[in-house]
C-alpha cells in the first residue's frame, strides 16, 4: 500500500469516527442517568405492599420508619423485621427511527429491602407516662438496574454502519434510619423522626453504567471495524442526611375507629465521585496495522439532589376487633429539586448536573384495605390495593397504573406477609432518547416478603 493511499484511509477513518461518534446511536453513550423503578420515595413492607401502598396512616410495625415514623407508637412489644423483595421488569422499547432495535428487555432481581430492630419503652415526666418507640432501620429505597441489548443500522450516502449496543446499569440507594415515636396526647396523638443516613461506608450507595459497542461498516467503499466502551462508576461522598417527620392522630368511635397520619420527608443533597473510562479502536480491514486505540480516564466531583416529599392519610377501621381496614393516601413530591449526575457535557464534564423535570410536581393517589380472618389462635390477612403513580418528565408527566394483592399468617409473636405488585405504563419515557423518537412500555412485577418477629 503506497504513502498516498495511506493517508486517503487515514483520513477516511477520521471521518467515521466523526461520524459514529456525532450519529443518534452514539448518544446512547452519553444520555442521562435514569432510575428505571419509580423516583417516588414510598417505604417498605409486605403489608404495605399488599394494600398498594396505602400504609401512612395504618402502619402498625417497624417499617413505619419508612413511612410514617409516629405510627411506631403503635408498636407494644420489641420487635425484628425482615424484608426481601424479587422484581422483574419488562420493557417494551420503540425507535422510531431504528425500528430494528424494537423489543422488550428485561431484568430480574433480588434484594434485601428492609431491617429494623424496634424496642418500646415508657418515660415518666411531669407525673405522667409517655410511651416510647425507637428503633434502627436499614432501607433499600432506589433501584438503577436496567440491561439492554440493541441492535443498530444506519445507511447515509457511501456510508453504512452495522453495530450491537449493549447498555448496562446497576446498582442502588440505600440508607441507614435512626427512628423514634412519642405518644403526646394518650390515645389520640404521636409524632415522629427518623433519621436517614446515606453513605457510602454504612450501606451501598453506588452505582455504574456501562456502555459496550461493536460493529462493521462500509465508507466510500472501504471495510471496517470498531469498538467503543464507556464506563461510569458514581458512588456516594461522605455522609448526607434526610428526614421523615410524621404525626399520628386516633380517634375511637363506638362501632369503628378513624386515623389520619401525616408525613414530611426533606430534600437532601449528596457529593457523588464519579470515575469515567472511554475507550475505542478502528480499524480499516484492507489496512495492514489498525489506527491506535484511545483511551479517556478521568475523575470528577459532582451532586445528587433528591427533592422535597410529603403526603397525608385517612385510614378507617371497622369491626368489633378492627378486622377491616381501609386507607387512602395521597403524596406528593416537588421535582424542582432534583438533580442527578449525567456525563452530557463532553466539552466541559464538570459542568454535568442537570435538573430535567423543571418545576413540576406530581400527586401519588393510593388506595388499600385489609380484612382479617380470625381463627382460634391466629389470623390470615386478605389485602388489596390500586395505585397512581405519577414521574415526571423533561416537559411532560409520565401515568404509571398499579394494582396489588397480598396475604399472610399471623401467629403470637410472629407475622408472615407475602406481597404483590404490578405496575405499568404505556408509551412513557420519550424524554431519553428523544433524537431517536423513543418511547417504550413498562411492566413491573415485584414480589415482597416479610417476617417480623416479636419478642
Not at 419508612?66 to 408498636?75: C, D, F, K, T
Not at 422510531?96 to 419503652?121: E, M
Not at 470528577?300 to 378507617?316: H, I, K, M, R
Request: glycine share 6%; net charge negative.
Amino acid at each position: 500500500m503506497n504513502i498516498q493511499t495511506k493517508i486517503i484511509l487515514l483520513g477516511f477513518s477520521y471521518l467515521v469516527i466523526l461520524f459514529i461518534y456525532s450519529s443518534p446511536v452514539y448518544s446512547l453513550t452519553i444520555q442521562k442517568i435514569e432510575i428505571p423503578s419509580t423516583l417516588n420515595p414510598v417505604g417498605s413492607g409486605a403489608r404495605a405492599f399488599g394494600m398498594g401502598g396505602a400504609y401512612i396512616a395504618i402502619a402498625d410495625d417497624a417499617t413505619a420508619a419508612s413511612w410514617n415514623p409516629a405510627a411506631l407508637i403503635n408498636l407494644e412489644r420489641t420487635e425484628i423485621s425482615l424484608v426481601v423483595t424479587n422484581y422483574h421488569r419488562v420493557e417494551d422499547n420503540s425507535f422510531g427511527t431504528n425500528p430494528q432495535s424494537n423489543g422488550k428487555q428485561s431484568i430480574s432481581k433480588n434484594s434485601l429491602n428492609y431491617f429494623s430492630l424496634a424496642y418500646p419503652l415508657e418515660l415518666s415526666c411531669f407525673n405522667r407516662t409517655y410511651p416510647i418507640v425507637f428503633s434502627l432501620n436499614y432501607q433499600n429505597l432506589y433501584n438503577f438496574d436496567r440491561e439492554w441489548h440493541l441492535p443498530f443500522f444506519i445507511q447515509a450516502d457511501n456510508f453504512v454502519l452495522n453495530q450491537n449496543a449493549n447498555f448496562l446499569q446497576t446498582g442502588n440507594l440505600s440508607a441507614i434510619g435512626l427512628a423514634g415515636s412519642v405518644e403526646i396526647i394518650a390515645k389520640v396523638l404521636s409524632v415522629g423522626l427518623t433519621i436517614n443516613i446515606w453513605s457510602n461506608e454504612l450501606t451501598t450507595n453506588h452505582w455504574e453504567k456501562k456502555i459496550y459497542q461493536k460493529g462493521t461498516g462500509t465508507n466510500e467503499g472501504h471495510d471496517f471495524t470498531f469498538t467503543y466502551t464507556s464506563i461510569n462508576d458514581y458512588e456516594f461522598k461522605d455522609f448526607n442526611y434526610n428526614f421523615n417527620l410524621g404525626a399520628l392522630w386516633k380517634k375511637d368511635y363506638s362501632n369503628h375507629s378513624v386515623t389520619i397520619g401525616a408525613v414530611i420527608k426533606t430534600p437532601f443533597s449528596a457529593d457523588v465521585i464519579r470515575k469515567s473510562k472511554y475507550k475505542s479502536s478502528f480499524h480499516y480491514i484492507e489496512k495492514d496495522e489498525p489506527e491506535p486505540n484511545s483511551f479517556i480516564s478521568n475523575v470528577y466531583n459532582e451532586s445528587l439532589d433528591f427533592p422535597l416529599s410529603y403526603g397525608v392519610g385517612a385510614a378507617f377501621l371497622f369491626g368489633r376487633r378492627n378486622n377491616f381496614k381501609v386507607d387512602f393516601d395521597l403524596y406528593v413530591t416537588e421535582w424542582k429539586d432534583y438533580i442527578i449526575p449525567d456525563a452530557i457535557d463532553r466539552e466541559n464534564p464538570n459542568d454535568t448536573d442537570k435538573t430535567y423535570h423543571d418545576d413540576k410536581r406530581t400527586v401519588q393517589v393510593r388506595l388499600g384495605m385489609e380484612y382479617l380472618f380470625f381463627k382460634d389462635k391466629y389470623f390470615i390477612p386478605f389485602r388489596t390495593g390500586l395505585f397512581y403513580d405519577p414521574v415526571p418528565g423533561d416537559d411532560c408527566i409520565d401515568d404509571y397504573f398499579g394494582f396489588t394483592l397480598g396475604s399472610g399468617f399471623h401467629k403470637e409473636n410472629i407475622q408472615l406477609d407475602f406481597g404483590y405488585q404490578y405496575r405499568f405504563g404505556n408509551n412513557v419515557s420519550k424524554y431519553i432518547y428523544k433524537s431517536l423518537n423513543f418511547s417504550q412500555d413498562i411492566k413491573d412485577h415485584t414480589f415482597c416478603v416479610s417476617l417480623i418477629y416479636r419478642l
